[in-house]
């Protein structure tokens, strides 16, 4: 009996050939190059292009943070292991990253300044948490997990909470790293985007975006008809919005006839093109590997990785080879992690694969998460601060939190407040705050747990002014970083 247990699982599981999955990547961060320096030069032109190549061609691949922020999570993942916390994000964030002035990542680290934590300080006075900044990130979790979408996904919730917590960002990076992960053992592009959207709110504007874009494909409607449908029933004044990029995305890759007329009817679509461009270059080199992307395509560029001086020193791999080295060591330890998936010398199916790739526990379960909390580290263990909607107390009016801690069961806690504020405890891990007079800017809150004690912040109506909509964080005049990280004297 133990005998035919043990061939019963071997039959039940997937393997993936280790040559053939290190090409895949391969292709994934070189086609990730290709369409990020693509689309680069027509960033943020909302109108249509005629592109059929590079415009203007040329001599080395282009920065850019789409790849770049991955290289962060990179070292992230070989020195704090392959699960690490949404506190453990924000801080290599804060060391290597933190000087992006853009949109939704200035006002990550504007709250993290300010003391605030994720997944609260990717969403309070955060205008963006619908835009491209997070989606662009999908390929680390995808090649980490491949075959395992719904773990991939998973790991795309906790990146995207540190700045597009609750918002399309999140939805989109988690499709894009479902979609991507199983692209590593499916091929059939409508099964693919099925199992993405599985992943995500079905009433999410980037879900309904995306099925348009399949809509017009499947109802014989031109690349232009299906543009321009998109760009009316879901375009948006910021061109980085999530939104209509991944209509634009799907457009690229459906109606698209080879390689290059994919990235590039993806690119002639307009808006945020350097991240539309990569995310499809990335996928396209996940389902076809290197013998998918022509040598024209590559000569301009080479295999070199170009940082973008926003970016810290993060150890950064210096060629596309040795990025996928390191993607592979990462892959290793994952999968011997994981049951039914394994690395070997073929590619074996099981049978029920496409019912295993639907799978969506994790996601779902991820989604479900409080995004009006912020998270610290205690010994090793998250402790959550809920704070019941927005980080901040006004004079007068009573504030509920509460406390849960992950992993475990919440066990005993206490909380203390700043002097002349009342704190009544209201159950186990429930109290009420109150501060009848003026409350400062910024207060600290102190909880204690097991022994051990960790502090949050909770903000007063100074520092909860709100924020100019489409207006972005003050960056330096000279070097255009991020004001308070600026580069001119470094």
């Known amino acids: 009996m133990l005998g035919n247990r043990r061939n019963e699982d071997k039959m039940n599981e997937l393997i993936l050939d280790r040559a053939n999955y290190r090409d895949k990547v391969y292709a994934c961060w070189l086609g990730k190059n290709i369409g990020g320096t693509l689309g680069g030069p027509w960033e943020c032109k909302k109108h249509t292009h005629a592109l059929t190549f590079y415009d203007p061609i040329p001599s080395k691949a282009a920065p850019n943070d789409d790849l770049d922020l991955q290289l962060v999570w990179l070292k992230m993942l070989e020195e704090k292991g392959l699960d690490p916390s949404v506190r453990t994000f924000a801080e290599y964030w804060s060391r290597y990253a933190c000087r992006y002035p853009w949109n939704e990542y200035g006002f990550f680290m504007r709250n993290f300044d300010r003391g605030l934590r994720p997944p609260i300080a990717g969403c309070f006075e955060n205008y963006f948490v619908d835009e491209m900044g997070s ?11 491949p075959g395992d979408p719904q773990a991939a996904a998973r790991m795309a919730w906790k990146d995207s909470t540190l700045d597009h917590a609750g918002g399309e960002g999140m939805y989109g990076e988690m499709f894009w790293a479902a979609l991507q992960s199983a692209a590593f053992v499916e091929s059939n592009p409508m099964t693919l985007i099925r199992i ?15 099925r348009e874009a399949i809509w017009c494909h499947r109802n014989g409607k031109t690349w232009g008809e299906a543009r321009e449908r998109i760009a009316t029933r879901f375009g948006h004044i910021q061109p980085c919005n999530a939104v209509p990029n991944h209509g634009f995305t799907i457009i690229g890759w459906l109606y698209g006839c080879d390689f290059g007329d994919k990235l590039c009817k993806a690119v002639n679509c307009g808006y945020d093109t350097d991240c539309t461009g990569a995310t499809l270059g990335a996928l396209l080199g996940i389902l076809h590997g290197r013998a998918g992307i022509p040598g024209k395509w590559i000569a301009p560029i080479g295999t070199d990785i170009v940082l973008h001086k926003f970016t810290g020193n993060c150890d950064a791999p210096a060629t596309i080879g040795d990025l996928t080295d390191r993607t592979l060591a990462l892959a290793e330890k994952s999968l011997t992690l994981k049951e039914g998936i394994s690395f070997g010398d ?6 029920g694969l496409r019912t295993r790739l639907f799978q969506n526990d994790l996601a ?24 019941g909607g927005e980080p901040v107390l006004w004079p007068g ?25 009342k704190c009544d405890r209201l159950g186990p891990t429930r109290f009420r705050l109150l501060a009848q007079q003026a409350v400062d800017g910024r207060n600290v809150i102190s909880v204690e747990v097991n022994g051990g004690k960790i502090d949050f912040v909770i903000l007063g109506p100074d520092e909860a002014k709100g924020y100019e909509a489409g207006a972005n964080v003050p960056s330096c005049p000279s070097c255009h970083a991020r004001a308070e990280a600026c580069m001119c004297k470094t």
């Open 364 to 387: 779902r379960d991820a989604v479900k998460q409080d995004v009006h909390a912020g998270v610290e580290l205690l010994r090793g263990k998250e402790v959550w601060l809920h704070y």
């Open 397 to 421: 009016i009573g504030k509920d939190v509460e406390i849960s801690t992950v992993p475990g069961p919440t066990p005993a806690v206490d909380l203390s407040a700043p002097d002349g504020w």
């Open 135 to 145: 989606p662009i990130r999908s390929e680390i979790w995808a090649c980490m997990h």
């Open 196 to 210: 993405g959207l599985n992943m995500i709110p079905l009433s999410s504007h980037l879900a309904r975006s995306i």
């Open 346 to 351: 073929r590619d074996v199916s099981p049978e």
